[in-house]
């Protein structure tokens, strides 16, 4: 079965540090992935999704990037973080035989 | 842009009752609509799925509509029990690849 593995779990960092959140998939090849944040109380929001290694579509233009440097990894980064980059993220995979999405635990990240 | 709304306000209702949550959206028909389930601090679970294509939906104790004309599913939890409380959000699939969620509707079932 399809596996998603994020970490770090629990992230706490100053406004103006790099992040660096990571993804890696199991037992799947080529899958499609996807992070999300959600903000407290609230929906998924759809940030970055990829296709395919090195390819990345971004879908709220914001702090934040996204890489796919090998089939089953997936990191989201940013140079600087701000206040409201603050939520948990979460990254998901598609698995194309049900169109369903599975996804990792989440990583929270807190900016002060 | 895409709007999908789901009741914010959290659902209480008695076990054995049947739940029936609400997902409304606007601006474009979805080639299909999912459910999932999100317990606390952890990511959500695939439920079920319906087609742009099929009324309804059902799996064990879950059943999902799904109206296009009204741009309307509504997902039932028949035989509730506590065990089912948590959040239920509904997503909107574009493109076979473009997953839009809902903020989710908090279900409370009370033994």
């Known amino acids: 079965s399809q596996t998603i593995h994020q970490w770090p779990a629990t992230l706490v960092q100053p406004v103006g540090s790099p992040l660096s959140l990571e993804c890696t998939v199991e037992?799947?090849?080529?899958?499609?992935l996807y992070w999300y944040r959600q903000a407290a109380g609230r929906g998924l929001q759809l940030l970055f999704y990829s296709v395919g290694i090195g390819q990345i579509s971004s879908e709220v233009p914001q702090n934040l990037s996204a890489s796919r440097p090998q089939d089953r990894q997936f990191i989201l980064s940013s140079k600087k973080l701000l206040l409201s980059d603050s939520g948990f993220y979460l990254c998901a995979g598609l698995y194309p035989f049900t169109g369903e999405l599975f996804f990792g635990e989440g990583s929270r990240l807190t900016v002060l | 842009s895409q709007k999908i709304e789901q009741n914010s306000e959290a659902l209480n209702i008695q076990e054995g009752k049947t739940a029936t949550l609400t997902c409304n959206y606007t601006?474009?028909?979805?080639?299909?609509l999912q459910w999932y389930r999100q317990d606390p601090g952890r990511g959500p679970v695939f439920l079920l799925l319906i087609r742009e294509n099929e009324k309804e939906k059902r799996k064990e104790r879950l059943k999902v509509t799904f109206d296009t004309t009204l741009k309307q599913s509504l997902f039932h939890i028949t035989a509730s029990q506590p065990a089912d409380s948590a959040t239920y959000l509904c997503?909107?699939?574009?493109?076979?690849?473009?997953?839009?969620f809902g903020s989710g509707t908090k279900l409370n079932v009370k033994p």
């Open positions: 601006n474009y028909s979805p080639a299909y």
């Open positions: 037992g799947t090849s080529n899958p499609n």
């Open positions: 997503a909107l699939v574009r493109n076979f690849n473009k997953f839009y």
